[in-house]
């Protein structure tokens, strides 16, 4: 992408001014994005977007700059621009730029970008006529198709150099029913680390008719009830509560400024003795994975809860530095625009010894949240509230009618302690996170998990 000399002149331009420590982050990425509503396209966008980011530090100070030229002068001349930010006496810095080779490799088997556009559109067209004809109270279909291929460069002045390609593509649904009882919303969809493959495995078709499920059992449920008892929080689709309320205040990015519930509790128990959690970028062809991160480190399986003891954070270059620990291989960042920070990759709760049934029938009363939607977190208290999309009753051991306008309303911290039973169910699911650094693919996943008691919002008394 840039040659390996071009770099080197780069490097120690941004250097020259008594920095520490420089990067140069080199990507070239293909996008593909295509909406239909109602079985009419409504959006359809194809590009090329590349640039240069470059970074450098000066003990725990940074400064970022970026670029979309890539002549050799221009470069060099943004680099010596970014480096007078930084006063000091040049430091004598020799680097040798050597090539590392991935210890994981996510195979592609067919590159999005060779499929043609009809051929995506095709699929987008078998699962919109799957949702639709479910029923006539199915108002409104909007279908999602993405995918995108991101080749980079990262190189430091710590001698790394290397070479990564991330594939991702995703399909997504939506259903909207409407009836004399108002309007719900039914999604569903799938993602992945794989190139155009992925639709040879999955039934885009199914995810159709799920989508409009869900919508249409949502608009005829009773209203939720409130109060506090015990939820099941299901698999797949339930490990978004973790992710936001817990795993947001595992990243350095929160730790390392003391903004986290959990800065000081390395080494401390923080949750029931059943729960064990990863942060593992390592999952092959995994929505979140990579085989390095955006600071060119390789990826890591990273154990943050083990038997309810806080074991890690996920740690970047800089924040590193500021917390006087090791790096974890979990910097990320959307784009070139971007200066890296710790983020999450796939974050999982681990399997437990119970089934799901088990933990169904040792509920009297209370929810089972089937899947969650929107909510919002403050990462420094772990403070949530969270929709359940799909919700019902359990009633005497099972699972009896369905109920909407549920909220889960909780702490992070509250919400582990509480976890009684873990199932080995787990599923896994694939969302967009935002932070700093912007909007990235972030893997999420969980087995089924009963959690003694929430406060869960509703109009209805319990």
């Known amino acids: 992408m840039i040659e390996k000399n071009i770099i080197q002149d780069i490097l120690t331009a941004a250097i020259s ?3 520490d420590f420089a990067e140069i982050f080199v990507e070239d990425r ?39 030229h890539s002549d050799r002068a221009h470069l060099i001349k943004v680099a010596q621009k970014a480096a007078e930010a930084i006063k000091g006496m040049p430091l004598d810095l020799n680097f040798d730029l050597q090539l590392a080779s991935p210890e994981i490799v996510h195979p592609i088997a067919i590159r999005p970008q060779s499929v043609e556009k009809t051929i995506k559109v095709e699929l987008m067209r078998k699962g919109y006529e799957q949702a639709v004809k479910a029923s006539d109270s199915i108002k409104q279909v909007v279908v999602n198709y993405m995918d995108y291929e991101q080749k980079v460069l990262i190189a430091n002045t710590e001698g790394r150099l290397v070479n990564d390609t991330r594939t991702r593509t995703r399909y997504t649904i939506s259903a909207v029913a409407e009836n004399k009882n ?26 159709g008719r799920e989508a409009s499920r869900v919508a249409l059992t949502m608009v005829d449920a009773k209203s939720a009830p409130s109060g506090k008892f015990p939820v099941i929080i299901d698999n797949r689709f339930g490990g978004v509560i973790f992710h936001e309320a817990c795993g947001h205040g595992l990243e350095a990015t929160s730790v390392a400024k003391g903004n986290s519930v959990f800065a000081d509790k390395l080494g401390q128990r923080i949750a029931s003795e059943i729960v064990n959690a990863v942060d593992d970028g390592t999952v092959l062809n995994e929505w979140g994975s990579a085989s390095f991160d955006d600071e060119g480190t390789p990826t890591k399986r990273n154990v943050l809860i083990e038997n309810g003891i806080l074991k890690g954070f996920m740690i970047d270059k800089l924040n590193a530095r500021r917390m006087h620990m090791d790096i974890t291989g979990s910097s990320r960042r959307q784009s070139y625009k971007y200066a890296p920070t710790s983020r999450m990759t796939n974050t999982y709760i681990l399997n437990g010894s119970h089934t799901f049934d088990e933990m169904v029938t040792s509920v009297p009363y209370g929810l089972y949240a089937k899947s969650l939607g929107g909510g919002s977190v403050n990462t420094s208290t772990g403070e949530f509230n969270f929709a359940v999309q799909e919700g019902y009753l359990i009633e005497n051991g099972k699972i009896t009618k369905p109920v909407k306008g549920a909220t889960l309303i909780g702490t992070g911290l509250e919400i582990l302690e509480k976890i ?22 972030a893997g999420l996943g969980q087995p089924a998990l009963k959690v003694s008691e929430i406060t869960v919002g509703g109009r209805e008394e319990a």
């Open 30 to 68: 293909f996008n593909t994005a295509i909406e239909m509503t109602m079985g009419k396209i409504e959006k359809s966008l194809s590009g090329r977007d590349f640039g240069i980011g470059i970074r450098i530090f000066k003990g725990t100070n940074s400064v970022y700059t970026y670029t979309s």
């Open 182 to 207: 108002g309007l719900q919303t039914g999604r569903a969809g799938k993602g992945s680390g794989k190139g155009f493959e992925l639709y040879d495995q999955i039934d885009v078709e199914a995810l």
């Open 420 to 441: 009684e039973m873990i199932s080995n169910n787990f599923g896994s699911d694939e969302g967009m996170c935002g932070s700093v650094s912007g909007s990235i693919p």
């Open 17 to 19: 001014t008594g920095g």
